[in-house]
Protein backbone atom coordinates (compact mmCIF):
# COMPACT_ATOMS: atom_id res chain seq x y z
CA UNK A 1 0.00 0.00 0.00
CA UNK A 2 2.62 2.50 1.07
CA UNK A 3 4.27 2.76 -2.26
CA UNK A 4 1.38 2.98 -4.07
CA UNK A 5 -0.14 5.82 -1.51
CA UNK A 6 2.64 7.40 -0.22
CA UNK A 7 0.86 9.70 2.23
CA UNK A 8 -1.25 6.67 3.64
CA UNK A 9 -0.32 4.73 7.11
CA UNK A 10 -1.87 1.72 7.57
CA UNK A 11 -3.36 1.00 10.90
CA UNK A 12 -3.84 -2.71 11.98
CA UNK A 13 -6.67 -2.85 14.79
CA UNK A 14 -9.22 -4.86 16.24
CA UNK A 15 -12.69 -3.12 15.44
CA UNK A 16 -13.91 -4.65 18.56
CA UNK A 17 -11.19 -3.48 21.15
CA UNK A 18 -13.15 0.26 21.36
CA UNK A 19 -10.18 1.31 23.33
CA UNK A 20 -7.33 0.25 21.05
CA UNK A 21 -9.43 2.05 18.34
CA UNK A 22 -10.27 5.22 20.06
CA UNK A 23 -6.42 5.99 20.34
CA UNK A 24 -4.84 4.56 17.31
CA UNK A 25 -7.46 6.75 15.07
CA UNK A 26 -8.01 9.00 17.90
CA UNK A 27 -3.99 9.77 17.15
CA UNK A 28 -4.07 9.05 13.51
CA UNK A 29 -5.89 12.60 12.27
CA UNK A 30 -7.13 15.31 11.16
CA UNK A 31 -9.51 13.82 8.74
CA UNK A 32 -11.43 14.93 6.00
CA UNK A 33 -13.21 11.87 4.91
CA UNK A 34 -14.01 8.56 6.05
CA UNK A 35 -15.15 5.25 4.68
CA UNK A 36 -16.16 2.52 7.08
CA UNK A 37 -15.85 -0.42 4.86
CA UNK A 38 -15.02 -3.70 7.32
CA UNK A 39 -17.43 -6.49 7.57
CA UNK A 40 -18.03 -10.10 8.29
CA UNK A 41 -20.62 -12.12 6.76
CA UNK A 42 -21.46 -15.40 9.40
CA UNK A 43 -24.17 -17.01 6.95
CA UNK A 44 -26.18 -19.33 9.64
CA UNK A 45 -30.14 -20.55 8.82
CA UNK A 46 -32.02 -18.53 11.53
CA UNK A 47 -32.73 -21.56 13.79
CA UNK A 48 -29.16 -22.04 13.69
CA UNK A 49 -28.18 -18.38 14.32
CA UNK A 50 -25.29 -18.70 17.11
CA UNK A 51 -24.63 -15.77 20.48
CA UNK A 52 -20.80 -16.00 18.89
CA UNK A 53 -22.26 -15.16 14.98
CA UNK A 54 -24.63 -12.17 16.46
CA UNK A 55 -22.20 -10.56 18.75
CA UNK A 56 -19.19 -10.37 16.03
CA UNK A 57 -21.35 -9.09 13.15
CA UNK A 58 -22.78 -6.68 15.47
CA UNK A 59 -19.32 -5.64 16.66
CA UNK A 60 -17.61 -5.15 13.00
CA UNK A 61 -20.97 -4.41 11.27
CA UNK A 62 -22.40 -1.93 13.44
CA UNK A 63 -20.50 -0.72 16.36
CA UNK A 64 -17.49 -0.58 14.77
CA UNK A 65 -19.07 2.14 12.21
CA UNK A 66 -20.65 3.81 15.17
CA UNK A 67 -17.30 4.08 17.43
CA UNK A 68 -15.04 5.23 14.85
CA UNK A 69 -17.31 7.40 12.92
CA UNK A 70 -17.89 9.57 16.12
CA UNK A 71 -14.32 9.56 16.89
CA UNK A 72 -13.57 10.99 13.71
CA UNK A 73 -16.42 13.25 13.35
CA UNK A 74 -15.76 15.01 16.52
CA UNK A 75 -12.26 15.97 15.28
CA UNK A 76 -14.05 17.31 11.82
CA UNK A 77 -16.26 19.16 14.36
CA UNK A 78 -13.56 20.44 16.55
CA UNK A 79 -11.11 21.21 13.27
CA UNK A 80 -14.43 23.04 12.06
CA UNK A 81 -14.05 20.68 8.53
CA UNK A 82 -16.65 19.82 6.50
CA UNK A 83 -16.31 16.21 5.32
CA UNK A 84 -17.77 13.21 4.46
CA UNK A 85 -18.61 9.76 4.95
CA UNK A 86 -19.73 6.52 3.48
CA UNK A 87 -20.66 3.22 5.09
CA UNK A 88 -20.81 0.32 3.29
CA UNK A 89 -24.01 -1.29 3.66
CA UNK A 90 -26.02 -3.67 0.95
CA UNK A 91 -28.58 -4.75 -0.58
CA UNK A 92 -29.07 -7.26 2.14
CA UNK A 93 -30.21 -4.48 3.91
CA UNK A 94 -33.51 -3.95 1.55
CA UNK A 95 -34.39 -7.81 1.16
CA UNK A 96 -34.46 -10.62 3.15
CA UNK A 97 -31.80 -13.64 1.99
CA UNK A 98 -31.72 -17.21 3.30
CA UNK A 99 -29.15 -17.73 5.73
CA UNK A 100 -28.27 -14.37 6.09
CA UNK A 101 -30.47 -13.08 9.27
CA UNK A 102 -27.80 -11.75 11.49
CA UNK A 103 -26.13 -9.89 7.92
CA UNK A 104 -29.19 -8.60 6.69
CA UNK A 105 -30.15 -7.29 10.17
CA UNK A 106 -26.81 -5.69 10.69
CA UNK A 107 -26.83 -3.71 7.62
CA UNK A 108 -30.56 -2.43 8.44
CA UNK A 109 -29.34 -1.26 11.14
CA UNK A 110 -26.58 0.71 9.35
CA UNK A 111 -28.92 2.28 6.98
CA UNK A 112 -30.74 3.47 10.21
CA UNK A 113 -27.59 4.94 11.61
CA UNK A 114 -26.54 6.55 8.73
CA UNK A 115 -29.49 8.59 8.53
CA UNK A 116 -29.55 9.87 12.14
CA UNK A 117 -25.57 10.60 11.47
CA UNK A 118 -26.87 12.60 8.58
CA UNK A 119 -29.52 13.96 10.61
CA UNK A 120 -27.41 15.11 13.62
CA UNK A 121 -23.73 16.43 11.09
CA UNK A 122 -25.23 17.87 9.11
CA UNK A 123 -25.62 21.08 10.79
CA UNK A 124 -21.73 20.44 11.14
CA UNK A 125 -21.41 20.08 7.38
CA UNK A 126 -20.21 16.81 7.33
CA UNK A 127 -22.70 15.00 4.67
CA UNK A 128 -23.23 10.93 5.70
CA UNK A 129 -24.21 8.48 2.57
CA UNK A 130 -24.35 4.43 2.18
CA UNK A 131 -23.47 2.64 -0.76
CA UNK A 132 -25.46 -0.71 -0.84
CA UNK A 133 -24.00 -3.01 -3.11
CA UNK A 134 -25.53 -6.48 -4.60
CA UNK A 135 -22.80 -9.64 -3.80
CA UNK A 136 -19.06 -8.31 -4.79
CA UNK A 137 -16.05 -10.30 -6.15
CA UNK A 138 -14.13 -9.83 -3.30
CA UNK A 139 -12.27 -12.54 -1.52
CA UNK A 140 -15.44 -12.71 1.11
CA UNK A 141 -17.88 -12.46 -1.83
CA UNK A 142 -16.14 -15.50 -3.69
CA UNK A 143 -16.12 -18.10 -0.38
CA UNK A 144 -19.70 -17.11 0.44
CA UNK A 145 -20.78 -16.93 -3.80
CA UNK A 146 -18.49 -19.77 -4.85
CA UNK A 147 -21.51 -22.56 -5.37
CA UNK A 148 -22.59 -22.04 -8.76
CA UNK A 149 -26.11 -22.99 -8.12
CA UNK A 150 -26.28 -20.53 -5.27
CA UNK A 151 -24.87 -17.55 -7.42
CA UNK A 152 -27.00 -18.50 -10.17
CA UNK A 153 -29.84 -18.16 -8.04
CA UNK A 154 -28.81 -14.63 -7.24
CA UNK A 155 -27.57 -13.40 -10.45
CA UNK A 156 -31.09 -14.55 -12.34
CA UNK A 157 -32.50 -12.00 -10.02
CA UNK A 158 -30.17 -9.35 -10.72
CA UNK A 159 -31.32 -7.46 -14.27
CA UNK A 160 -27.65 -6.64 -15.30
CA UNK A 161 -26.85 -10.07 -14.74
CA UNK A 162 -24.12 -10.42 -12.86
CA UNK A 163 -22.28 -9.51 -9.56
CA UNK A 164 -20.74 -6.40 -8.89
CA UNK A 165 -16.46 -5.90 -9.13
CA UNK A 166 -14.59 -3.87 -6.74
CA UNK A 167 -14.11 -1.00 -9.07
CA UNK A 168 -18.15 -0.36 -9.02
CA UNK A 169 -18.56 0.05 -5.58
CA UNK A 170 -15.00 2.34 -5.52
CA UNK A 171 -16.27 4.90 -7.82
CA UNK A 172 -19.81 5.19 -5.92
CA UNK A 173 -18.09 5.80 -3.20
CA UNK A 174 -15.64 8.77 -4.78
CA UNK A 175 -18.73 10.34 -5.97
CA UNK A 176 -20.08 10.33 -2.75
CA UNK A 177 -16.98 11.91 -0.80
CA UNK A 178 -16.91 14.21 -3.81
CA UNK A 179 -18.15 17.73 -3.49
CA UNK A 180 -20.25 16.47 -6.68
CA UNK A 181 -22.26 14.96 -4.45
CA UNK A 182 -22.70 18.34 -2.38
CA UNK A 183 -26.30 18.36 -1.61
CA UNK A 184 -26.36 14.78 -0.55
CA UNK A 185 -26.71 13.03 2.57
CA UNK A 186 -28.85 10.52 3.96
CA UNK A 187 -29.11 8.64 1.38
CA UNK A 188 -28.31 5.43 0.28
CA UNK A 189 -26.75 4.56 -3.20
CA UNK A 190 -27.79 1.61 -4.34
CA UNK A 191 -25.10 -0.84 -6.74
CA UNK A 192 -27.06 -3.70 -7.28
CA UNK A 193 -27.44 -4.21 -11.01
CA UNK A 194 -31.00 -3.84 -10.42
CA UNK A 195 -32.03 -6.55 -8.01
CA UNK A 196 -34.37 -4.49 -5.91
CA UNK A 197 -36.19 -3.77 -9.27
CA UNK A 198 -36.96 -7.51 -9.82
Not at 7 to 17: Q, T, Y
Not at 111 to 123: C, W
Not at 139 to 150: A, E, F, H, L, V
Request: aromatic share 6%; charged share 15%.
Amino acid sequence: LSPQCPGIEPLCLDLADWEAVEAAVGAAGPFELLVNNAAVAELQPFLQVTRSALQRSFDVNFGAVLHVSQIVAQQMIAQGVQGAIVNVSSQASKRALRDHAVYCSTKSALDMLSKVMAMELGPHKIRVNTVNPTVVMTDMGRINWSDPQKSAAMINRIPLGKFAEVEDVVNSILFLLSDKSAMTTGSSLMIDGGFLVS
